[in-house]
């Protein structure tokens, strides 16, 4: 009896639980917070005109704009109330498999750091300015937002049958690093572009870069570095285009 309640009790528990911490919202000082308003407003003046214009909506549903790193009780509240998802915080990278897991509970992680001034252009691991600011927007949209729950169940599909990597390189080449044409122009569509601030020009503008059409065949075959500014960029003929895509991708 009792080992039949203790197995009742651990399946209600997922397993990506054990990677979830307290966001430790006080532990943010004044320069944090700082921090925050800086690359905010520096970002939002960068992309104006150049992101898909879901993710500007996006910072307005969730009121992103108000001062300081976001407490993510308040987030969710508004966020729960539109698509469902919450966000929950986590120390640092989730391993693969419990990070699709989660998308597949219409959970998404974000850091419970940010990064100091001094690395305001480039940090070695996403910080909660890229998990919120660069992903959280497009949340706020059903549509998008059933999609990445469906990724989150094809990534776990994926690696349970040894396709890791074809995942991996389709999360990377949309989601976050991806571009889209919205109104006769290419604009950027992932979370990596989206928080950046160099490389969201560099994507759009630099002549040396290549932009090429998206294809889910395309994308899945191609490596990339994630510690390099990208040399290569998937172009999809629409948001909606992305999107259909990776709600019904197959490897
Ligand atoms: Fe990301």
């Known amino acids: 009896m009792f080992q039949s309640f203790d197995q009742t009790a651990a399946s209600a528990v997922p397993a990506w639980a054990s990677h979830v ?9 004044a320069e944090d917070h700082a921090v925050w308003d800086t690359l905010y ?26 001062p ?19 966000c929950v915080a986590v120390p640092g990278l989730v391993p693969d498999e419990a990070f699709f897991a989660m998308l597949a509970s219409q959970v ?12 305001l ?25 059933q999609a ?40 950027i569509l992932g979370a990596g572009l989206a928080s950046s601030f160099g490389e969201a020009q560099a994507s759009l503008e630099d002549a040396a870069v290549e ?3 998206f294809s889910v065949a395309e994308a899945v075959a191609t490596p990339y570095r994630n510690d390099i500014m990208q040399p290569l960029y998937f172009v999809a003929d629409s948001l909606e285009a992305a999107v259909e895509a990776l709600a019904t991708a197959e490897f």
Do not use: K
């Not at 911490?21 to 000082?29: C, K, N």
């Not at 998404?108 to 690395?119: D, E, K, Y």
């Not at 252009?121 to 949340?139: A, K, N, S, T």
């Not at 990534?155 to 006769?184: D, M, P, S």
């Open 21 to 29: 911490v307290d966001q430790g919202w006080d532990r943010f000082t």
């Open 41 to 66: 407003t520096r970002q939002v003046r960068l992309l104006e005109g150049r992101i898909v214009s879901p993710f500007l909506d996006g910072l307005g549903l969730l009121d992103l704009g108000a």
């Open 68 to 86: 300081g790193v976001p407490e993510l009780g308040r987030l969710n509240r508004r966020l729960e109330a539109r698509t469902g998802w919450r």
């Open 108 to 119: 998404f992680p974000v850091g419970n750091f940010i990064r100091t001034r001094a690395q």
């Open 121 to 145: 252009d480039y940090l070695d691991e996403p910080d909660c300015f890229h998990d919120i600011f660069g992903h959280v927007p497009m949340l706020a949209h059903a549509g998008i937002a």
């Open 148 to 187: 990445m729950e469906q990724v989150g169940r094809l990534g776990l599909r994926a690696i349970a049958a040894g396709h890791g990597g074809w995942v991996a390189r389709l999360y990377w080449y949309t989601i976050e690093f991806g571009l889209c044409r919205e109104a006769g122009e290419v604009r």
């Open 211 to 213: 932009r090429r059409r």
